[in-house]
């Protein structure tokens, strides 16, 4: 008896060693794994989490440029409720977001189908198309404020000189020239980035299945409807939830080409809020406005991936 209880123990001593080994060796592992994620997590926190907080906690004071700051609570938020300026900007982005989204698929789509196919030259298409990306958004709406200068500019002297004008016509004097104008430089600027997104797209929809619909009588149409669009659906909403939190964010050429004009039309959300917290420095009020632009486009971006969620999820 004495025999045979000694071996179970051992027997359950030998099987724990095992257990006791995997266990030890699944920590390692994980400690491992929080090691090589550890500085992405530090700049996450550092760059993004702790800025955030910071900001919400200036939202709830009137946080002067030099002086103490004061707790107020919601007093922020509430006046922001009151801030026509604020809504009218907001309204505008939200205008300014739709048509410019509308005008980099219309052009992005469309060059991305065009270098998806193998041809002579296409990687030299790539690259010009892509260009454009490489430049900075300040860069450019500099680049473009020049060219769009009544008197030093390139637009409206050389329609003069080649007689489409009569004379020359300032195209930041009004809204709608002011408007159209930026919305070609952000096309042009941007609609190289989306047709790359969409080339991994398409590049990632097997031939296979477009040779067997092609064999079957599917028009270029109906391959494009059935089969190319919903498989890029994920591509798709990649581009443009991309596309649309940047508009949102649009800042650059409004402030360096058309500096809110004419009349503060062409005010952003983002604009708004710069001239808030540093051009009449209220910083608490500044982080309110931005605190209430992030629940937007929180709002927006998970609105934008539920319409285009696939029937098995993204």
């Given at each position: 008896m004495n025999s045979g209880v000694m071996t179970d123990q051992q027997q359950q001593l030998t099987d724990g060693r095992p257990r006791r080994r995997r266990t030890a060796r699944q920590r390692r592992?994980?400690?491992v794994?929080?090691?090589?994620?550890?500085?992405?997590?530090?700049?996450?926190?550092?760059?993004?989490?702790?800025?955030?907080?910071?900001?919400?906690w200036m939202s709830l004071h009137n946080w002067p440029l030099l002086g103490k700051p004061r707790f107020i609570g919601l007093g922020n938020y509430a006046r922001l409720l009151d801030d026509a300026q604020?809504?009218?900007?907001?309204?505008?982005?939200?205008?300014?977001?739709?048509?410019?989204?509308?005008?980099?698929?219309?052009?992005?789509?469309?060059?991305?189908?065009?270098?998806?196919k193998t041809r002579s030259l296409t990687k030299l298409y790539r690259t010009a198309f892509f260009l454009p990306v490489v430049v900075g958004f300040g860069s450019a709406s500099l680049l473009w404020a020049w060219l769009l200068d009544v008197d030093s500019g390139l637009f409206s002297p050389a329609a003069e000189r080649l007689g489409l004008m009569d004379q020359r016509v300032n195209l930041l004097a009004g809204f709608d020239t002011t408007f159209w104008s930026i919305i070609i430089m952000v096309v042009w600027k941007t609609a190289g980035f989306n047709m790359i997104i969409l080339l991994t797209g398409l590049q990632g929809i097997s031939t296979e299945v477009q040779e067997a619909a092609r064999i079957d009588g599917a028009s270029p149409w109906q391959r494009f409807r059935r089969i190319?669009?919903?498989?890029?659906?994920?591509?798709?909403?990649?581009?443009?939830?991309?596309?649309?939190?940047?508009?949102?964010?649009?800042?650059?050429?409004?402030?360096?080409?058309?500096?809110?004009g004419p009349q503060n039309s062409t005010v952003t959300a983002v604009y708004w809020i710069f001239s808030q917290s540093f051009g009449s420095f209220r910083l608490g009020y500044g982080a309110a406005l931005s605190m209430v632009l992030l629940v937007i486009l929180v709002f927006i971006s998970v609105v934008q991936l539920r319409l285009l969620r696939n029937p098995e999820g993204m």
């Open positions: 592992k994980q400690l794994g929080l090691l090589f994620v550890a500085p992405a997590l530090a700049l996450v926190l550092l760059f993004f989490v702790i800025p955030l907080g910071m900001a919400f604020f809504w009218a900007s907001m309204r505008f982005t939200v205008y300014y977001t739709l048509i410019v989204t509308v005008a980099i698929f219309s052009i992005a789509f469309p060059l991305a189908l065009f270098v998806e190319t669009l919903p498989l890029m659906r994920r591509t798709i909403a990649l581009a443009l939830i991309l596309s649309v939190a940047g508009s949102m964010l649009a800042f650059d050429q409004f402030y360096i080409i058309a500096d809110g």
